[in-house]
Nanobody, 118 residues
Framework: QVQPVESGGGLVHTGGSLRLSCVAP????????MGWYQQAPGEERKLVAF???????NYSDSVKGRFTISRDNANNAVYLQMNNLKPKDTGVYYC????????????WGQGTQVTVSS
């Protein structure tokens, strides 16, 4: 395994919840920013949430108040709890990390598909 492995996606109705998981191919304890990215159909990949080593999270305005990101350095894992899902949240979700926002050290994984129906 040389890339992150994402899981937990699925098809839900508006207002539903999902919990995404990511296992990195190596230690994340020294990686400053671990984040989740959304690639909506026909759009570029964009960062929606990230977390730094002490657990402090940061969110884009589009998900603030609905998503919660967390990291488990001991298990090289990052999670994204997604509540009150909306159709605009539909897309493939990827995780990655690096020394700063949008500077990533791992190859991109396969992602996990999230589809929210109205």
């Amino acid at each position: 395994q040389v890339q992150p492995v994402e899981s937990g996606g699925g098809l839900v109705h508006t207002g539903g919840s999902l919990r995404l998981s990511c296992v990195a191919p190596g230690s994340i304890s020294s990686i400053n920013v671990m984040g989740w990215y959304q690639q909506a159909p026909g759009e570029e990949r964009k960062l929606v949430a990230f977390v730094i080593p002490d657990g402090t999270p940061n969110y884009s305005d589009s998900v603030k108040g609905r998503f919660t990101i967390s990291r488990d350095n001991a298990n090289n894992a990052v999670y994204l709890q997604m509540n009150n899902l909306k159709p605009k949240d539909t897309g493939v979700y990827y995780c990655n990390g690096g020394p700063q926002m949008s500077v990533n050290v791992f190859p991109w994984g396969q992602g996990t598909q999230v589809t929210v129906s109205s």
